[in-house]
């Protein structure tokens, strides 16, 4: 049976999202307007829609998984599953305020809260025992306070900048850490997914590698595959010239300028560092 994956029509994560299943092999759509999309040879129909109602499609079963953001799913009350974190779309649910006005979380007793996310504030509030009015708007809820239709507002931080440019501060811990994941529906997933999942990670684990290609005395092979061991262990091979081996091994993007730089102190030379695009580990 065909595979079928919700995927943001819009917003903060549609480029992202989009992107990520092309590197894996998959069709998208090339017109914004399309949507859905039938990627035939992968035998998967991918369907376009608002990232707020994605996960309600997926915790129906009415699609097999789906790409939203962790806040919208925990929002919905979906039943869909958390399968795996895509890296993108990162932000931080938190109250904010005008600037040096409130503090904490008690200091939300009785008043009006404006934000889009009802289900993740009301719960919030309700595990703290704070008695506040929540009122729903559909976006652009920092101008809510400026306007008198709230005293506070719950919403996505990211940078911070349209929180200062509306005068406002957040306040308190921050309400929950959110970036894009993928779901599935919680009861029967089709066994397909599994190889849909499988390319998708390997995608994101490409992005977060890279192949390290070096050359050095055997002697000192020992210093260098202490810095770097990959993960099974070092390929290594014999080099033209006596005494000396290649080495290959797959590291961490992050740091690896560094580690270039170490492993040159220990002796490595002709230090080559390469792009992987896709992998199964
Ligand atoms: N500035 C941002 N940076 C990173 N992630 C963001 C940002 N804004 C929203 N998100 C995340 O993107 C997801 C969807 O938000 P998005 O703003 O795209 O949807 P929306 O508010 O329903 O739609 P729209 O803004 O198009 O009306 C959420 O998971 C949210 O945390
Ligand atoms: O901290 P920042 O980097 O400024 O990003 C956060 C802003 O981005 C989102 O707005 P969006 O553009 O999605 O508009 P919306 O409020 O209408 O959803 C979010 O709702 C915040 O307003
Ligand atoms: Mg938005």
């Known amino acids: 049976m065909t595979l079928r994956i919700a995927v943001p029509n819009k917003g903060a994560l549609s480029q992202a999202a989009t992107e990520i299943l092309r590197e894996s092999g998959y069709r998208q759509r090339s017109d914004s307007k399309e949507l859905a999309l039938v990627d035939s040879e992968n035998d998967v129909e991918f369907f376009y829609l608002r990232p707020r109602d994605i996960a309600l499609y997926v915790g129906e079963g009415t699609l097999d998984a789906g790409i939203t953001g962790r806040d919208l799913l925990l929002d919905s009350g979906a039943k869909a599953v958390e399968v795996m974190n895509l890296g993108f779309g990162r932000s ?22 404006a934000t889009s996310y009802v ?11 704070i008695d506040a009015t929540v009122t729903r708007l559909d976006g652009a809820v920092e101008t809510s306070v400026q306007l008198g239709v709230a005293d506070v507002i719950a919403d996505v931080v990211e940078t911070g900048s349209t929180l200062r ?57 020992d210093a260098a595959t202490e810095l770097a061991p990959g993960r099974e262990g070092p390929t290594i091979s014999p080099l033209g010239k006596p005494g000396w081996v290649a080495v290959r091994v797959m590291v961490p993007r992050a740091g690896s300028q560094r580690l270039m730089d170490d492993l040159w102190s220990v002796g490595a030379r002709a230090i080559l560092l390469t792009d992987i695009h896709a992998c199964r580990l």
């Open 92 to 113: 931080r649910f938190h109250f904010a305020g005008p600037i040096g006005r409130y503090t904490s979380l008690d200091d939300l007793q009785g008043l009006r809260i």
């Open 119 to 129: 289900g993740v504030v009301e719960d919030h509030l309700f595990r703290h025992g």
């Open 165 to 221: 440019a509306a005068g406002l501060e957040t306040f308190g811990e921050v309400i929950l850490d959110s970036q894009a994941v993928l779901i599935t529906r919680s009861d029967k997933v089709p066994d397909d997914f599994e190889i849909f999942r499988r390319r998708v990670e390997g995608v994101l684990v490409a992005r977060s590698f890279v192949m390290m290609d070096y050359d050095i005395e055997q002697s000192r092979l």
